[in-house]
């Protein structure tokens, strides 16, 4: 269990810190991924857009 979660909170880092380049590319601002105003601060949370691109990844790896 506790792998998976380490393995969530790394995806969320990692698309966090892509989200911008992701922006430009049409994925990344995906009905579900959170936008949390903490303090002045904006913090994205792009859970729908992890999981579009972990079905995209599965499918790919089950394809090869």
Request: proline fraction near 5%; hydrophobic fraction near 55%; avoid cysteine.
């Amino acid at each position: 269990m506790l792998k998976w979660l380490l393995t969530l909170v790394v995806a969320l880092v990692v698309l966090t810190a892509i989200s911008p380049w992701l922006a430009r590319r049409g994925l990344g601002r995906l009905p579900g991924d959170l936008s949390v105003r903490y303090r002045g601060r904006t913090y994205y949370l792009p859970f729908t857009t992890t999981l579009v691109l972990s079905l995209a990844l599965t499918l790919l790896a089950r394809l090869l």
